[in-house]
């Protein structure tokens, strides 16, 4: 004992906290080079370079860019070893020192080696007994030993991988936990519910050292957690979302054989959606990507904004329709850039916006071939499924966001304005400021004032050409809202326009929508009749 007894006495942990704040240091400059590269290498390039070679040099780019990405989280786990290593030292060294004292007091004389003498007047002139002023002193230099032992490992399991090209996001995931749970960090801490506001409360008050671990040892818990900082949740989501291909990757073979076409479409999609993130990543910070949700299985679901919506005086949600997958998220995204130039257009000088592109819900589909509608198209089952989880990342959205309120609008293209319209007439809307419908079939209600809002802040856009709208509208998803029964408020849009046109370029139904966004009048015109086909029977 007398060995270990002096070490833990005499124990200095200076260099193991000069040690700690270094591997910091190489941490964060790490994550700042990852950072650069993402928005000054890859993401212009992939804006402006096309092609083979195009293709083959990103993609090696890419990996360097992911590996600087996991050098620095593990570097971070380094420093957490250290750190931790260094508490629990000084914890056991403070132990040492109580149970010397608490033997002293007691009449006990603690040699320079640790060994306890009794008093010379024998039992009666003591409190605590001789076994177990031992037993504590035995306590605390175990407890050193154990965070020396522990240290040693973990280290020695982290040594080998930091700047190295053979780590991957799985193995970075399981070293996370490990460190993570020495650490004190545990997914049982997690608030796991969904109210946004406690969500939010519990992320604001861990120690930023807390946060950095449970986004390397939990990114797709931390990804989902409506109502936490959008940055956190990006860099959660992109996270999980390299864990995911990267596992997908791993056993392709097998992959294929138990899952078969699905595999390889789950796979293209989510390879669209990265692909899409990395593209964006090259844009101005006005239009910054954001990805804010992420769910890889099936179809896949997935929300990303362009401008960060915590800062962003105007944020509007988009909400796509039927047939729209995460294999659509390159033209969905260009839908909300020309939303934010729009949006920007007609802003105020300096106010920011931030466009939202919410796959959050599974689209209906239509079958190949003849193009008969299935999977709920000329039905509300999927907009009643999805619209409660709608209203929550909206409610996510405001209770992420700082200083004075954001005008928030939300946007309904097709069937996802039928979603929108469910999410809206539930208990508690959807504390939307403005609520548009553009080639609308249906928004569940009949009449605008049903929504939750101002009629006088519901806004639709129907083109008169627009085949969903007239093959779709007055059955089963609610009437026609352009008509004149509904309310609310009819925007131009062009008049050749089909059901896709909405976003064009120079268009005058992307013009207003941009100047609702930013809370301006739009171009009204006078709501259509009410045409409700007379049916023979």
């Known amino acids: 004992m007398s060995n270990a007894f002096k070490r833990l006495l005499k124990l200095d942990v200076s260099d193991l906290e000069t040690a700690e704040s270094r591997w910091k240091k190489l941490s964060e400059q790490l994550e700042r080079s990852r950072d650069a590269h993402r928005h000054r290498v890859t993401g212009p390039l992939h804006d402006n370079w096309r092609g083979m070679a195009a293709e083959t040099a990103l993609d090696a780019m890419e990996e360097h860019e992911s590996q600087l990405g996991l050098a620095a989280q593990q570097t971070m786990l380094i420093q957490t070893t250290l750190g931790t290593a260094s508490q629990e030292l000084t914890a056991a060294r403070a132990d040492l020192g109580r149970a010397i004292r608490a033997a002293e007091d007691d009449g006990f004389e603690v040699t320079d080696d640790g060994v306890i003498n009794p008093p010379p007047g024998g039992p009666s002139h003591y409190g605590g007994s001789l076994g177990d002023h031992r037993d504590a002193l035995n306590r605390a230099l175990k407890r050193a030993q154990d965070a020396n032992d522990q240290a040693v490992a973990d280290l020695g399991r982290l040594e080998a991988k930091v700047l190295t090209s053979g780590i991957g996001w799985q193995d970075a995931a399981g070293d996370a936990n490990e460190i ?249 809307g959807l504390g939307a400021d403005d609520i548009v419908g553009v080639g609308s079939p249906g928004m569940h209600v009949n009449e605008a004032e049903d929504l939750n809002i101002d009629p006088d802040h519901v806004w639709i856009g129907n083109s008169k050409n627009d085949e969903i709208v007239d093959m779709f509208s007055d059955f089963n998803l609610g009437d026609n809202p352009a008509e004149a029964p509904f309310g609310g408020n009819n925007f131009y849009v062009d008049p050749d326009g089909g059901h896709g046109d909405y976003w064009n370029e120079d268009s005058k139904a992307l013009e207003n929508q941009g100047r609702i966004i930013v809370g301006e009048r739009p171009r009204t015109v006078p709501k259509n009749d009410n045409d409700w086909p007379l049916l023979p029977w």
Request: proline share 7%.
């Open 180 to 428: 993570s749970r020495h650490a004190g960090v545990r997914p049982s801490d997690i608030p796991l519910n969904d109210l946004e506001a406690e969500n939010a409360r519990w992320w604001a008050l861990l120690p930023e050292e807390k946060k950095e671990l449970y986004l390397a040892a939990y990114p797709e818990i931390i990804g989902d957690m409506r109502g936490l900082p959008s940055d956190v949740r990006d860099e959660a989501n992109r996270t999980a979302l390299d864990k995911q291909l990267e596992e997908m990757d791993r056993n392709p073979r097998q992959s294929l054989d138990s899952e078969g076409y699905a595999y390889l479409e789950r796979r293209r999609n989510l390879m669209a959606l990265r692909d899409a993130l990395d593209e964006a990543d090259g844009g101005p910070e006005r239009k910054r990507p954001y990805l804010l949700m992420l769910d890889p299985e099936g179809d896949g679901k997935a929300a990303v904004a362009l401008g960060n919506p915590d800062k962003a005086d105007h944020t509007a949600v988009l909400v796509p329709g039927t047939d729209t997958d995460l294999g659509d998220t390159p033209s969905q995204i260009s839908r909300i850039d020309r939303l934010h130039d729009a949006a920007t257009r007609e802003a105020r000088p300096n106010e920011s916006v931030s466009t939202i592109w919410w796959l959050g819900y599974d689209a209906p589909e239509w079958e190949d071939g003849d193009k008969l509608p299935s999977g709920g198209v000329s039905n509300e089952d999927r907009a009643n499924a999805g619209a409660p989880d709608l209203q929550r990342f909206v409610t996510g959205l405001r209770e992420s966001h700082h200083g004075t309120p954001t005008h928030m609008t939300v946007i309904g293209h097709s069937y996802g304005s039928t979603t929108v319209g469910v999410a809206a007439s539930r208990d508690g």
